[in-house]
Protein backbone atom coordinates (compact mmCIF):
# COMPACT_ATOMS: atom_id res chain seq x y z
CA UNK A 1 0.00 0.00 0.00
CA UNK A 2 1.08 3.21 -0.97
CA UNK A 3 1.80 5.67 2.12
CA UNK A 4 1.30 9.00 -0.35
CA UNK A 5 -1.51 9.90 -2.17
CA UNK A 6 -1.65 9.19 -6.48
CA UNK A 7 -5.30 9.71 -7.66
CA UNK A 8 -7.25 9.89 -10.46
CA UNK A 9 -11.07 11.93 -10.62
CA UNK A 10 -12.92 11.54 -13.38
CA UNK A 11 -16.10 12.96 -14.41
CA UNK A 12 -17.49 14.69 -17.52
CA UNK A 13 -17.83 18.74 -17.84
CA UNK A 14 -19.87 20.20 -14.59
CA UNK A 15 -19.65 17.49 -12.22
CA UNK A 16 -17.06 19.48 -9.85
CA UNK A 17 -13.89 17.89 -10.94
CA UNK A 18 -11.63 21.03 -10.82
CA UNK A 19 -12.85 22.34 -7.59
CA UNK A 20 -12.93 18.82 -6.06
CA UNK A 21 -9.72 18.08 -6.88
CA UNK A 22 -8.88 21.42 -5.61
CA UNK A 23 -10.27 20.60 -2.15
CA UNK A 24 -8.57 17.53 -1.98
CA UNK A 25 -4.90 18.37 -2.98
CA UNK A 26 -5.52 21.22 0.10
CA UNK A 27 -5.97 19.11 2.78
CA UNK A 28 -3.90 16.11 1.49
CA UNK A 29 -1.03 18.02 0.77
CA UNK A 30 -0.68 17.70 -2.83
CA UNK A 31 0.87 20.17 -4.52
CA UNK A 32 0.53 18.48 -8.50
CA UNK A 33 -2.51 18.87 -10.15
CA UNK A 34 -2.95 18.12 -13.60
CA UNK A 35 -5.86 18.84 -15.62
CA UNK A 36 -7.06 16.22 -18.72
CA UNK A 37 -8.51 19.40 -20.68
CA UNK A 38 -4.65 20.67 -20.06
CA UNK A 39 -2.78 17.55 -20.85
CA UNK A 40 -5.28 17.09 -24.24
CA UNK A 41 -4.26 20.74 -25.15
CA UNK A 42 -0.06 20.40 -24.68
CA UNK A 43 -0.93 16.87 -27.04
CA UNK A 44 -3.16 18.86 -29.45
CA UNK A 45 0.11 20.99 -30.48
CA UNK A 46 1.78 17.82 -31.54
CA UNK A 47 -0.68 15.93 -33.76
CA UNK A 48 -1.93 16.65 -37.33
CA UNK A 49 -4.40 18.97 -37.56
CA UNK A 50 -6.99 16.91 -38.62
CA UNK A 51 -6.61 14.21 -36.07
CA UNK A 52 -9.47 13.67 -33.68
CA UNK A 53 -8.11 15.18 -30.98
CA UNK A 54 -8.76 18.91 -32.18
CA UNK A 55 -11.99 18.00 -32.13
CA UNK A 56 -14.38 18.93 -28.75
CA UNK A 57 -15.41 15.53 -27.70
CA UNK A 58 -19.03 15.98 -28.34
CA UNK A 59 -18.32 16.57 -31.51
CA UNK A 60 -15.85 13.32 -31.38
CA UNK A 61 -18.62 11.48 -33.50
CA UNK A 62 -18.22 13.35 -36.41
CA UNK A 63 -15.11 10.83 -38.08
CA UNK A 64 -17.28 7.72 -37.70
CA UNK A 65 -20.58 9.17 -39.23
CA UNK A 66 -23.89 10.63 -38.17
CA UNK A 67 -24.59 11.79 -34.34
CA UNK A 68 -25.56 8.84 -32.31
CA UNK A 69 -24.22 7.16 -29.53
CA UNK A 70 -22.19 4.22 -30.88
CA UNK A 71 -19.72 7.60 -32.85
CA UNK A 72 -19.83 9.48 -29.93
CA UNK A 73 -18.41 6.73 -27.82
CA UNK A 74 -15.92 5.71 -30.38
CA UNK A 75 -14.78 9.21 -30.63
CA UNK A 76 -14.13 9.08 -26.74
CA UNK A 77 -12.44 6.22 -26.61
CA UNK A 78 -10.70 7.27 -29.81
CA UNK A 79 -9.45 10.54 -27.93
CA UNK A 80 -9.21 9.12 -24.46
CA UNK A 81 -6.46 6.39 -25.96
CA UNK A 82 -4.42 9.69 -26.77
CA UNK A 83 -4.65 11.20 -23.78
CA UNK A 84 -4.61 8.29 -21.42
CA UNK A 85 -0.93 7.22 -23.14
CA UNK A 86 0.07 10.75 -21.37
CA UNK A 87 -2.05 10.42 -18.48
CA UNK A 88 -0.31 6.44 -17.73
CA UNK A 89 3.20 8.44 -18.12
CA UNK A 90 2.76 11.14 -15.27
CA UNK A 91 0.93 8.67 -12.75
CA UNK A 92 3.91 6.14 -13.57
CA UNK A 93 6.47 9.03 -12.99
CA UNK A 94 4.69 9.82 -9.80
CA UNK A 95 4.59 6.65 -7.81
CA UNK A 96 8.04 6.00 -9.32
CA UNK A 97 9.09 9.85 -7.49
CA UNK A 98 7.21 9.02 -4.84
CA UNK A 99 5.25 12.24 -5.66
CA UNK A 100 1.75 12.88 -4.57
CA UNK A 101 -0.34 13.68 -7.63
CA UNK A 102 -4.01 14.22 -8.61
CA UNK A 103 -4.79 13.91 -12.02
CA UNK A 104 -9.06 15.48 -12.94
CA UNK A 105 -10.06 13.73 -16.51
CA UNK A 106 -12.81 13.44 -18.40
CA UNK A 107 -11.49 10.37 -20.12
CA UNK A 108 -12.17 8.09 -17.49
CA UNK A 109 -11.37 5.02 -19.32
CA UNK A 110 -9.74 2.36 -16.83
CA UNK A 111 -8.72 0.08 -19.12
CA UNK A 112 -6.58 2.55 -21.45
CA UNK A 113 -4.25 2.56 -17.89
CA UNK A 114 -3.85 -1.20 -17.88
CA UNK A 115 -2.57 -2.35 -14.57
CA UNK A 116 -1.83 0.71 -13.00
CA UNK A 117 -5.61 1.23 -12.32
CA UNK A 118 -5.20 -1.07 -9.79
CA UNK A 119 -1.96 0.55 -8.40
CA UNK A 120 -3.79 4.21 -7.69
CA UNK A 121 -7.22 5.80 -6.22
CA UNK A 122 -9.79 6.37 -8.59
CA UNK A 123 -13.29 7.88 -8.48
CA UNK A 124 -15.85 8.67 -10.40
CA UNK A 125 -18.04 12.21 -10.07
CA UNK A 126 -21.34 12.44 -11.43
CA UNK A 127 -24.50 14.39 -11.25
CA UNK A 128 -27.68 12.02 -11.34
CA UNK A 129 -30.27 14.65 -11.58
CA UNK A 130 -29.77 16.12 -15.23
CA UNK A 131 -31.50 19.84 -14.47
CA UNK A 132 -28.90 20.09 -11.78
CA UNK A 133 -26.00 19.28 -13.95
CA UNK A 134 -27.38 21.62 -16.56
CA UNK A 135 -27.31 24.44 -13.70
CA UNK A 136 -23.58 23.49 -12.49
CA UNK A 137 -22.47 23.72 -16.18
CA UNK A 138 -24.03 27.47 -16.68
CA UNK A 139 -22.79 28.99 -12.85
CA UNK A 140 -19.53 27.10 -13.08
CA UNK A 141 -17.81 29.97 -15.23
CA UNK A 142 -18.33 31.87 -11.94
CA UNK A 143 -16.33 29.13 -9.90
CA UNK A 144 -13.68 28.06 -11.84
CA UNK A 145 -13.42 28.06 -15.33
CA UNK A 146 -13.85 32.27 -15.38
CA UNK A 147 -13.41 32.05 -19.26
CA UNK A 148 -15.73 28.89 -20.41
CA UNK A 149 -18.67 29.69 -21.22
CA UNK A 150 -21.25 26.92 -19.49
CA UNK A 151 -24.07 27.92 -22.29
CA UNK A 152 -21.53 26.45 -24.70
CA UNK A 153 -21.38 23.03 -22.61
CA UNK A 154 -25.00 22.65 -21.21
CA UNK A 155 -26.13 22.84 -24.91
CA UNK A 156 -23.85 19.31 -25.54
CA UNK A 157 -25.61 18.00 -22.60
CA UNK A 158 -27.17 15.30 -24.29
CA UNK A 159 -23.78 13.94 -25.53
CA UNK A 160 -21.98 14.64 -22.57
CA UNK A 161 -24.46 12.45 -20.63
CA UNK A 162 -23.99 9.51 -23.09
CA UNK A 163 -20.41 9.73 -22.39
CA UNK A 164 -20.94 10.42 -18.27
CA UNK A 165 -23.39 6.96 -17.98
CA UNK A 166 -20.24 4.70 -20.39
CA UNK A 167 -17.97 6.00 -17.51
CA UNK A 168 -20.26 4.73 -15.03
CA UNK A 169 -20.56 1.79 -16.81
CA UNK A 170 -16.12 1.39 -16.72
CA UNK A 171 -16.06 2.52 -12.70
CA UNK A 172 -18.42 -0.22 -11.76
CA UNK A 173 -16.59 -3.21 -13.79
CA UNK A 174 -13.57 -1.93 -12.14
CA UNK A 175 -15.05 -1.67 -8.39
CA UNK A 176 -14.19 2.23 -8.66
CA UNK A 177 -16.27 4.42 -6.15
CA UNK A 178 -18.56 6.66 -7.36
CA UNK A 179 -19.68 9.74 -6.02
CA UNK A 180 -23.24 12.03 -7.21
CA UNK A 181 -22.33 15.20 -6.47
CA UNK A 182 -25.99 16.30 -5.63
CA UNK A 183 -24.68 17.95 -2.58
CA UNK A 184 -21.38 19.79 -3.15
CA UNK A 185 -19.65 19.96 0.28
CA UNK A 186 -21.10 16.34 1.32
CA UNK A 187 -19.87 14.85 -2.02
CA UNK A 188 -15.98 16.60 -1.61
CA UNK A 189 -15.85 15.17 1.84
CA UNK A 190 -16.77 11.61 0.68
CA UNK A 191 -14.14 12.21 -1.84
CA UNK A 192 -11.58 13.04 0.30
CA UNK A 193 -12.65 10.53 2.73
CA UNK A 194 -12.31 7.56 0.04
CA UNK A 195 -8.91 9.09 -0.50
CA UNK A 196 -7.51 8.95 3.12
CA UNK A 197 -9.08 5.47 3.47
CA UNK A 198 -7.02 4.16 0.43
CA UNK A 199 -3.98 5.60 2.40
CA UNK A 200 -4.42 3.38 5.48
Not at 68 to 94: D, H, P, S, W, Y
Given at each position: ?9 G ?56 N ?27 I ?28 Y ?5 E ?70
Open positions: MRNFPVILIGVPGVGKTSISGYVARNLGINLVFSGDYIRETIRAFVDENSILNKSVYDSWQPFGENEENLLKGFNAQGEMVNRATKKILERADNGEPVIIETLYFIPEQLGDLIKNITSILYIEDKLHIERLNERQNYTHFGSSGQRLSSNIKNYRVIMRKSLEYARKYSIPVVDNKIYGEARDQVLEICRKDLK
